[in-house]
């Protein structure tokens, strides 16, 4: 008698097999696609950063206060985002009043430092007040900020947010994380 097909023992074998299988795989390709979105938020920021140096360093720009030493500026992601920043890790939307580049002078040339926050699902993710040199390292990881580590630079931004903790950067604040702000530029 001619048998074709596979005997039960068999099949659950396999199936055995392949449910190890999966044990040792899942956890890395969950691993890896975090490892993946922090690359992108990474990404995101040095582009953010690029985006600011363009508009400081701009012959053309004449509208943006160059910051003394101690001085400041900050430019919100909604007044640099020329439509490269709108596709976030997680398919969503970065906080276009929370997320910025402050800049600082220090000596003859200017420091970038950028946040960039997304929030997914109520929680907030991204980058925190990382220079460019410091998203270059390998070692740089995504932060997840509590609700009062989230500032927003236009003062009505908490309210349409829902947001009753953080912190909002009134239009007439002076300082701003230990230096003189002396422009402020959003959307």
């Not at 909604?78 to 939307?93: I, K």
């Not at 220079?131 to 009062?148: C, I």
Request: proline share 2%; hydrophobic share 35%.
């Amino acid at each position: 008698m001619n048998k074709k097909g596979f005997t039960l023992v068999e099949l659950l074998g396999v199936m055995v097999l392949l449910s190890v299988l999966m044990m040792i795989a899942i956890p890395g390709i969950s691993n890896l696609v975090k490892k993946n979105k922090d690359k992108v938020y990474v990404q995101d920021a040095k582009k953010l950063i690029s985006l600011a140096e363009y508009k400081v360093k701009s012959s053309q720009n004449k509208y943006i206060k160059k910051p003394k030493t101690d001085e400041c500026i900050i430019l919100t992601l909604g007044y640099l985002n020329d439509g490269t920043l709108d596709t976030t890790p997680n398919n969503d939307e970065y906080l276009k009043d929370a997320s910025y580049v402050m800049v600082t002078n220090i000596g003859s040339d200017y420091q970038y430092y950028v946040t960039l926050i997304e929030k997914y699902k109520g929680v907030y993710k991204g980058i925190d007040n990382a220079t460019l040199d410091q998203l270059k390292s390998r070692t740089y990881e995504t932060k997840v900020f509590k609700d009062d580590e989230v500032f927003y630079i236009n003062s009505g931004a908490k309210e349409a947010s829902g947001n009753t903790s953080g912190g909002v950067i009134p239009n007439r604040s002076r300082e701003f994380k230990g230096k003189k702000i002396v422009g402020k530029y959003k959307d």
